[in-house]
């Protein structure tokens, strides 16, 4: 088991930073990912934590030692590709022994471990076989076996779901938990798709433009972003824009332009002054059908669009200017042009500064 | 071990990133993978070239001549006309002295007031009292003009007996070399792109009927045997060869055609050079995009608009890249020139005076000294050379040729022709392309044949001229070195080949595109400039009695020569397999532990060893076909004569053009094996010489 940690770490192509003074420690036998919107970096992040890549400043550490400038080759973490890289020359067998014949283990031993690497990733009696011979998901496999069978310091794993179709990614998904939890190896894994890094991790580091926004555990990113990005990137959210005025502790209120009360909880780390333009991120399940008798976080409008999405109802609300998705109870039906009142609980209103919103507005997933 | 802690207080040294660059990338496996191609690029290509090209100056300062005065001589630039460009002959005056006696030896004629007057074979013209007299064989007696100076004996057909005029071709001869020699590879460039792009288009952009046999005609004319294919150009335009028969016997006019010296190299050389513009535009063509043209199309451009500001300039790339290697092909040709006796040629000076040099033994004089005129010609060649491949060098680069291969990304945008194009394809195109690949063919019947002097070869079919290569020593021994040399030349190519294209498709390094450029450069460099290079490096007294010493053992130097001209194809390939090879494959090997040069050969080779071996099958062919620095240095040491050399040697020597034919079998035989093996075996793309 391995701690990994990156300091200030650096990567440009060009006029591009890709990786932009990363800083993050990743604990011993840890799940954590790298998530984020494509071209944020990550890739480049886990590439430089392979030593496929250089930083071109800061420096990666392997417990306490500085792998800065170590090669892939001198650093024992193995990695599994996006497209799974499995040598079209070599049978399963052969594939999965690679990395063992280079530690120059007797023929004997090496047979055995490829056996209870192939037999932990379900691929028993499938030695002789080739790659091309293989479905996306027995690729996917035995990328794994040969990853693991090297009992590597770090696992690292480039978006190896990406490629096989929904059904199979779920049960890959489940099945790669498992393994990292029974052999208690620390992985690191990147990917775009936020639901894969909320079930998988430990922890996760939203990454945007080569930074990263947020580290923390799936609850505490989901619950407590950290920032605007954060907030829209992860999980679905709607927004609210507002004008703060009441402002008392880590509580606010802000009024829209229709004249709506909205009190929620200043975001961690951000402060608001009466007056401030500012913006309340509301999660669309966060809406209520019926709401108290309160003078506030309460909002009136017309249904544009109603759809029957099974667990729920989705609302698309309009009132005056704004637009605000709302996931609410599916047994209660509406119509388009029909008024609605939905009530949000006060700690469920996340209000940040509106500075910088109008780059990441175009991002939000409503 | 570093002291990091954690915390703030850390502090991070930033260093340089390209310092962490050269530290990270250039590990002893990546170094020597550098350091081969480059030192092997430098000590054969680079340093040889560089010896050619200050060579002008060092023979101001060692022969204390002004280089000046060798390049501004009349016979390198001189602009008098040598030759009329074309001659007619109807007949042969013979001059008559009043008084004498004559006895015709075969029909003539005089002329007498505009009146012609008939004179059989046999006839005396005699004077009697200052006044001519013709007697007749049958003693008939008139009296002739009493200003008769001369009898007109006229030319006959050698097939019909007939009197017939003699067209005899020259072209354009000046008197400067320099001259012909940019004149003529003027010439054939423009004809070969204006027919090449007419192929390229036909092929590209039309189907018809029997156009996979079209194109497999189409490429017969890049089957390379030297000398042979030239003297069977020379033999189909002869005053007594086919052509001259078909218009002559068979069309029966009054004409016989000869085709010779300028002309016939310039001949030679378009039926040769064409179809590598026709295959580099063809590939360039074959990349556009056919939304470009559509869209043109949308906008109301058609026809000859529509190619002239569409289809033209999208494939220019494949057009200037052929263009100007035939421009370079035909200014360092040596084939064409020798077989037609075209001395007036600034390649066959250089030749001429290295292989004097050569064969007249190691003497005093030796390196620049012996040849300084060829020094200083090969530099003006090599200057001219590397001026042009500057000019299109993105265009022939490996990153270039990998995309141009690439291809296949949309459905071509190809019409099925009507009634009026078949005809016109079949009409023009067909006999085109039949008399385009008329040397090879001609080759085959050539090599088959007992002799061919006269309009067609006799004694076909025989094998008799392979039998006599295969029981004398002098014939098949050269046949046995080239295998050897080719050989040896391909282990080089593979080492140099292998280890250029890795670096230039996988280390990322400013200055990495200097090497792309050196492995690429000498498809476009002329070989008589590297047999220059290589005479003046490998002829100097110090290396006397090493095996680099080109009098003794000419052997070294043109295993090395073929390894260095033929590079590119092995390079180009390994290169374009290298670029399909996802880079994830040896990154997975090295991130389980293996080091470069172990992933090298579990991994890397493995996957792309089609690629090397098709394209050290290419360089094996070209290396056996190789011409200019076989003849140049290859004449050195009678024990060591490549095959092209000894082709040279049966052509000028002893006239056995049969024999030469037969090697040219040889050389087509080993060339169709490959492309067979390369296409059908192997599964790869033939490049063909150029493309």
């Not at chain 1, 990614?169 to 890094?197: C, F, N, S």
């Not at chain 2, 009927?209 to 020379?234: D, E, Q, S, W």
Request: glycine share 8%; proline share 5%; aromatic share 10%.
């Amino acid at each position: 088991m391995t701690e990994v940690r990156l300091v200030e770490v650096t990567k440009r192509f060009g006029e591009v930073v890709a990786v932009d003074h990363v800083s993050v420690t990743i604990k011993h036998g840890e799940f954590f990912t790298f998530l984020g919107p494509s071209g944020c970096g990550k890739t480049t992040t886990l590439r430089i934590i392979a030593g496929l890549e250089f930083p071109d400043e800061g420096s990666v550490f392997f417990d306490e030692e500085d792998v800065t400038m170590k090669r892939a080759y001198e650093r024992k973490a193995a990695m599994v590709f996006q497209n799974y890289a499995l040598w079209p020359h070599m049978s399963v067998f052969d594939n999965v022994a690679y990395g063992l014949k280079l530690k120059k283990l007797p023929p004997e031993e090496i047979k055995k471990k490829v056996e209870w690497a192939l037999e932990l990733v379900g691929l028993k009696g499938m030695e002789d076989r080739y790659p091309t011979q293989l479905s996306g998901g027995q690729q996917q496999r035995v990328a794994l076996a040969r990853a693991i069978v090297v009992e590597p310091r770090v696992l690292l794993l480039d978006e190896p779901l990406s490629n096989l179709d929904a059904k199979l990614r779920l049960k890959m998904r489940e099945e790669l938990k498992t393994l990292q939890m029974k052999l208690g190896i620390t992985a690191i894994y990147v990917t775009h798709d936020q639901e894969e890094a909320m079930s998988l991790s430990d922890r996760i580091a939203v990454m945007n433009a080569g930074k990263i926004m947020q580290v923390g555990t799936p609850k505490e990113v989901y619950e407590s972003p950290r920032n605007l990005f954060v907030a829209t990137f992860i999980g679905k959210s709607t927004a609210v824009m507002g004008k703060a005025d009441e402002i008392a502790g880590d509580r606010a209120t802000i009024t829209t332009p229709d004249g709506f009360k909205l009190r929620g909880r200043v975001a961690v780390g951000y402060k608001l002054s009466r007056g401030e333009e500012a913006v309340a991120i509301i999660r669309p399940e966060d809406f209520e059908l019926e709401p108290p008798r309160v003078d506030h976080n309460v909002i009136e409008g017309v249904i544009e669009i109603s759809m029957f999405l099974g667990p729920y109802n989705r609302l698309k609300v309009r009132t005056g200017k704004q637009v605000i998705s709302a996931y609410v109870d599916p047994d209660i039906s509406f119509k388009q042009g029909d008024r609605v009142k939905l009530y949000i609980p006060v700690d469920d209103v996340i209000l940040f500064p509106a500075k910088g919103w109008e780059y990441i507005a175009y991002e939000a997933v409503a | 071990m570093s002291e990091y802690k954690g915390g703030k207080s850390h502090k991070i040294k930033k260093k340089s990133s390209l310092s962490r660059r050269l530290r990270f990338t250039l590990d002893p496996f990546t170094i020597t993978m550098i350091i081969i191609p480059v030192l092997l690029f430098t000590l054969f290509l680079v340093i040889p070239l560089g010896y050619v090209l200050i060579s002008p100056a060092l023979v101001a300062v060692q022969a204390g001549y002004s280089p000046i005065s060798a390049v501004t001589s009349s016979d390198i630039i001189g602009t008098n006309l040598l030759v009329d460009p074309i001659t007619v002959t109807t007949g042969q005056k013979i001059g008559l002295f009043p008084g004498m006696k004559y006895t015709l030896p075969s029909d003539g004629y005089i002329l007498a007031n505009g009146q012609r007057i008939n004179l059989v074979k046999g006839t005396v013209i005699e004077w009697e009292d200052g006044t001519p007299y013709a007697v007749f064989p049958n003693g008939t007696r008139i009296e002739l003009p009493q200003d008769l100076r001369s009898v007109t004996i006229p030319y006959r057909s050698p097939f019909t007996g007939e009197e017939a005029a003699l067209i005899t071709i020259h072209g354009i001869k000046f008197e400067g070399a320099l001259l012909n020699s940019l004149i003529v590879a003027a010439t054939v460039t423009a004809i070969a792109v204006i027919l090449g792009l007419l192929v390229g288009f036909v092929f590209a952009r039309y189907n018809f009927y029997g156009k996979t046999f079209f194109r497999i005609l189409a490429i017969i004319p890049l089957l390379m045997v030297p000398f042979a294919n030239a003297i069977v150009v020379r033999r189909l335009f002869a005053q007594d060869g086919p052509i001259s028969y078909f218009v002559n016997a068979v069309l029966g006019l009054p004409y016989l055609i000869d085709v010779t010296g300028i002309a016939g190299v310039v001949l030679t050389q378009v039926i040769t050079f064409f179809p590598i513009v026709y295959l580099n535009v063809f590939s360039s063509m074959m990349l556009i995009d056919p939304t470009l043209e559509e869209q043109a199309e949308n906008l109301g451009a058609r026809g000859f608009k529509l190619f002239r500001t569409v289809t033209l300039p999208l494939s220019l790339p494949g057009l200037l890249s052929g263009a100007a290697i035939v421009f370079i092909f035909s200014l360092e040709d040596l084939g064409g020139p020798i077989v037609f006796q075209e001395h007036n040629l600034l390649s066959y000076k250089i030749f001429e005076k290295i292989s004097n040099a050569i064969k007249g033994g190691a003497s005093a004089e030796a390196g620049l000294l012996a040849i300084p005129d060829a020094a200083i010609y090969s530099a003006i060649i090599l200057a001219i050379a590397l001026t042009v491949f500057v000019s299109i060098k993105k265009y022939l680069s490996l990153r270039q040729y990998a995309m141009m291969t690439k291809g296949g990304r949309w459905t071509p945008r190809a019409r099925m022709l009507g009634l009026k194009g078949h005809l016109i394809v079949y009409l023009l195109l067909l006999p085109f392309l039949l008399f385009a690949a008329a040397p090879q063919i001609g080759v085959l019947i050539l090599g088959f044949s007992h002799r061919w002097v006269g309009p067609s070869p006799e004694g076909f079919p025989t094998a008799e001229n392979f039998a006599k290569i295969a029981t004398d020593p002098a014939l098949y021994k050269g046949v046995i070195n080239s295998l050897v040399y080719s050989f040896s030349a391909v282990l080089i190519i593979i080492l140099l080949g292998f280890t250029a294209a890795y670096v230039v498709a996988r280390v990322k390094l400013p200055g990495i595109g200097v090497l792309d450029v050196l492995a690429t450069s000498p498809l476009a460099i002329p070989g008589i400039a590297i047999a220059t290079g290589y005479f003046l490096m490998f002829s100097q007294p110090f290396l006397r009695g090493t095996p680099l010493y080109i009098y003794v053992n000419p052997a070294v130097a043109l295993v090395i020569s073929y390894a260095v001209r033929r590079s590119p194809f092995t390079t180009r390939a390994i290169y374009a397999g290298l670029l399909q090879t996802h880079p994830t494959y040896e990154e997975a090997a090295m991130n389980l532990g293996a080091s470069k040069s172990r992933t090298l050969f579990t991994i890397l080779l493995p996957l792309i060893g089609i690629s090397v071996l098709s394209g050290a099958l290419i360089s094996f062919v070209y290396s056996m076909s190789e011409t200019s620095t076989s003849i140049t240095i290859g004449l050195a040491n009678e024990d060591q004569r490549p095959l092209v050399a000894v082709m040279y040697d049966q052509f000028t020597k002893v006239e056995a053009y049969q024999i030469v034919g037969a090697m040219g079998v040889i050389l087509i035989a080993i060339q169709l094996t490959s492309i067979v093996i390369i296409t059908m075996v192997l599964k790869q793309r033939y490049a063909f010489i150029g493309v």
